[in-house]
Each structure stands twice: as structure tokens, then as C-alpha cells.
């Protein structure tokens, strides 16, 4: 039985082409939620975060346990072991119903969840986007190609450090592509003055609260950062990334016009990476 009706996979498809995420309310339920929220907690507790990733808070890799037994470089540590709920959350059935409704057709999933918890007075992280093939006219599509899907643990607001984006910029270049540094590396990492652009509050960014187990879908290009925690809870988010309509594929539900560079995309060409857009984004 399909999760959203014709409607909703029209809103929420509008939104995730038009601003670059939707929120899919209550996609986990109560039990599941609690249970995830249980286990996270006796894994954050024994794992206590690193001042390394004090813009992430914990930043915990949960591997299926299929994936760890292929595992070549990886090695058990505070932040990084197997565990079998990460396929109970990566093949979650209401999920998977959800992908299916939004006609997101052959999906390939990353085989590991990654855990971020701010605990109570956390930063806030920076803004970034965790796109890496911009060289690529792939990175022009309408619809996402690279997606995260998202789980909190509570109900998120500004004082616990809620989810914020710059809606759009998935798809158009903004102010502050060219005024952060390159995402995830260590000059951002390691930055300490945090009035600049880098943590501003951007009067085009906008909040997204969500409730504990509603699934937030975020294409990987879009702008995002998050308040900090000035709350007394840790605010823990369950995060899985999603590769859809690849190599060139169009999604059969799509009626627009492609973008030119699209018209002409070899799929068999291979771009080099970069975290950074370049000319092909433009505003
Ligand atoms: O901690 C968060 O809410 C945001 C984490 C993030 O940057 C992401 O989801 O890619
Ligand atoms: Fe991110």
C-alpha cells in the first residue's frame, strides 16, 4: 500500500526539485524511533565526541554488517563499527515505500548510517554542501541525483540546533558558494573565528524543524548548515545517503525541459571530482 497519495508525491517532488528538500512526516513510528533513539544513546555515551568534530558534534559510521565483512582499510574504533541496525534503518520498509511512491526508480545505497549528535551547547556546523561532481552537467539536473536521508531523534527547533538551508541553491549559484571554504577540510574544520560568512545567519536561510521520525530529504548541492544546541538534550540526527537516477538516467515522471548542458551529457564521460561548483553553476 503506497505511504503519500498522488498529491503528496506532487508536493513533495515540487519541493525537492524546487527548493532542494521536502520533510516526509512521520516515516519512522513511535517504536522504531525510541528504539533507534535507546541505541544511539548507549553508543554516544560510551563514545563521547571528539573536539575534532566539534561542528558535527559525534560523528559515529555504522556499517551494515555485510559491508564491514568486505571491509579492506576499515578498522573497529570509536567511530566506526558494525552493527545491525544500520540495515534495519537503510532497508526501514515505510522508507523504502516512500522512495518507491516519489518514483526514485533503481536507488543505490550507501552501505553505512552515519550518527551526528550535538549535545547540549554544541556549535553550530558551517555552511557546506556535500555535493563532489560539479564538473560534471550532472550537476544541473532538476531532480537529485545524490540524496541524504535523514532521521532526528527529537523534535528539532532553533535552540537545539535544527537543520538550516538556503533554499534553491542546489540549482543556483548564491552569495555564499564563493565565500566558504571547501567543505568537510581542515582549514573549515579548523576555523575558530566564527563571525564570517562561513556560520552567518544568512537572511535567505531558512529553518527546518522536523519532528522525531519524519524523514528529511536533502539533495546533496543544497546549502545547509544548523543552529547550535543551547538546549539541556542532545540533538542526534541518523543520516543515510542515496545515489538516484544515475549515469544520465531521467526520471519518467519528469514533463520540463532539460537544461542544454544536460541534452548532451555522455554518461561515459568521467569528470574529476571537486566539492566546489564551478561555471556551470550559475545564479
Ligand atoms: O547535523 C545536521 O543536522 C546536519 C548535518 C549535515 O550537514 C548533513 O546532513 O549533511
Ligand atoms: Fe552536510
Redesign the pocket.
Known sequence: MPFLDAQQVKFHRQQLMELGYTVVKGVWNEDFTSEMRDWSNTLIDKNPPDEKFRF??SDIHIFTEDRWDRRVHLELSSTRMPDANAARMIDHPTQAQVCKDMGFGLTSAQEWVIL?S?PPDALQ?YW?Q?YTNWNSPESLTPWPTVL?L?YYLSDTNRSN?C?RVIPGSHRRRHELHDLIPTPHDSEVQQMTDLSGPTFSEHPDAIDIEASAGDLVL?DARLL?S?WDNISEERRT?L?MWQRIFQDGAIPPWWEGELPIPLRNLDPQEKYEETKTPGDLLRP
Open positions: 558535527q558534534g551526528l550535538k556546523c557546506h556535500d541524504s535523514g540546533g537543520l536533502v545547509h544548523t540526527l543520516l
